[in-house]
């Protein structure tokens, strides 16, 4: 597999095109801001204005949905919208299969799982959460299984990289509950080469976890995190909080190795 269509061409998806056309793949993207539709231009990356709403608002449908393959990394947003996530995948489903594509990768989340009291670690078969956060992305994830004759889900964890610097988090805030609770964080560079690796390796009807096994909690990190910086450190308190710790080990058994595993280098900020 050498083509690729992305729906989502922002923090992620645009560093994705330029790595993977950077590397001779035929690659198209999309985004509502023309900033990111002139860099996907001048990087030689076939574009097209998207926006979804109630409707799909596409300049250039036949350039963005080239081949068979989507990514789609179009986050819920924060706004209230005119209908609910799942039904906005849904209509971008759609309309790249009405254009022929016939499988997709679709970028969901590490928050579909439980939080445990005791913060026991947790795999793609651990219990589901009901929460509103988990439950948007869920039905999202089940729009892409009953959608595509092909599908992969990656649930990455809190990403961080470039200008999304960790150390920003949390910095100065004092009384901070969880710190007990297990960090579940991947830089953006890892997840780049993971999504990589999983269109090289297609590992069809699967859902896989994309998470740097650092192996430390949040009273540990966060204050490592914002020194880093030169930030002050945010204090926790004794308020224990549920967790998880989130393992990629069905990623890292396809030979996937993460760069940055350890704090030190996730929060490195080259």
Known sequence: MSQLAIAGCGWLGLALAQRLAAK???VSGSSRNRDTLAQLTQAGISNSYLDIGTSVECAEPQRLFQGDTLLINLPPGRHQQDNDYHQRILLLA???????????LFVSSTAVYQDQADCRAVDEQSPLADSPRAQTMLQAETVIK???????????GGL????RHPGRFLAGKTDVAGGNAPVNMVHRDDLLAAIELLLT???????LNVVAPLGVSRAEFYP???????LPAPSFSHQDQPGKRVVAAALTE?????????AAALLATT
């Open 160 to 163: 961080v990289g470039g200008e």
């Open 224 to 230: 490592m995190a914002a020194l880093a910086l030169g």
């Open 24 to 26: 001779g793949w035929q």
């Open 254 to 262: 396809l030979g996937f190795t993460f760069e940055r595993e350890t």
């Open 94 to 104: 759609q309309a790249a299969k009405a254009q022929g594509i016939t499988q997709a």
């Open 146 to 156: 009953s959608q595509f004759e092909r599908w992969q889900i990656l649930r990455p």
């Open 201 to 207: 390796q297609p590992q069809w009807g699967k859902a």
